[in-house]
């Protein structure tokens, strides 16, 4: 069964500063991976899709890689911004259904 | 485009009771997945809808089901609610049956709090 990690689960940065969050997959033979970021109560909404035979996705401030043979995605987001403050969710695609982790906590502090 | 509309937002019922939820996908999709996500974690893969029919079950028991309508319309029906059942219950349209290309859009959730 496919079991999705991100870590770390809770981070807390200035304002402006650079960051990564991480996000490891044990089943390298996914569709595809998309990035999500939920408000507190919220639903999700997508930030990033990247297919399986890409590397990286780019959108704005935001940067996704993929590296399906090693089971690794990152988001990068620069210059992050307090209203950048949510929790960041990866997510696999394998057949018809996402696996998902149980998210990065983000807090940007202004 | 309206995106993926879910209905109520919030509800509250009874141990023993039945609930219906309530999804329209995005403008043009035709899937419709639906997630159950517990305080702290992330969402947990219920089943998905394509023409009409159950496409794929995630390990959720028989007291939960669904329906989709002609126009990819969709209901998910929890029967006899558990305390644990309470939950932030997303719906998730796609196109072409979740086409291993498509991404997903999600909707805002109905949180369902059993008493």
């Known amino acids: 069964k496919q079991e999705v990690t991100q870590i770390p689960a809770a981070l807390s940065v200035p304002e402006g500063e650079n960051l990564v969050l991480n996000c490891s997959f044990t089943?390298?033979?996914?569709?595809?991976l998309q990035w999500f970021r939920q408000d507190p109560g919220k639903g999700l909404t997508s930030l990033l899709l990247?297919?399986?035979?890409?590397r990286e996705q780019t959108s704005g401030r935001l940067n996704a890689s993929l590296d399906k043979s090693s089971g690794r995605s990152t988001l990068y987001i620069a210059a992050s911004q307090p209203g950048d403050s949510a929790t960041y969710l990866c997510?696999?695609?394998?057949?018809?259904?996402?696996?998902f982790g149980t998210g990065t906590s983000l807090t940007v502090i202004p | 485009d309206a995106g993926v509309t879910q209905s109520p937002t919030h509800l509250i019922k009874t141990r023993g009771q039945q609930v219906t939820l309530r999804c329209s996908p995005k403008?043009?999709?035709?899937?419709v997945s639906w997630y159950q996500q517990a305080l702290g974690q992330g969402p947990q893969f219920i089943f998905q809808?394509?023409?009409?029919?159950?496409?794929q079950r995630g390990n959720f028991p028989d007291r939960f089901s669904g329906h989709q309508f002609p126009n990819y319309s969709s209901e998910l029906n929890v029967n006899a609610l558990l305390l644990g059942d309470s939950a932030l219950y997303l719906c998730?349209?796609?196109?072409?049956?979740?086409?291993?290309?498509?991404?997903?859009?999600f909707g805002q959730g109905t949180r369902l709090t059993v008493v």
């Open positions: 998730a349209s796609s196109l072409a049956g979740g086409a291993v290309n498509t991404e997903a859009f």
């Open positions: 089943d390298s033979a996914i569709y595809n």
């Open positions: 990247i297919q399986s035979s890409q």
């Open positions: 997510a696999v695609k394998t057949g018809n259904q996402f696996y």
């Open positions: 403008s043009g999709h035709d899937t």
């Open positions: 809808y394509y023409e009409e029919e159950e496409r």
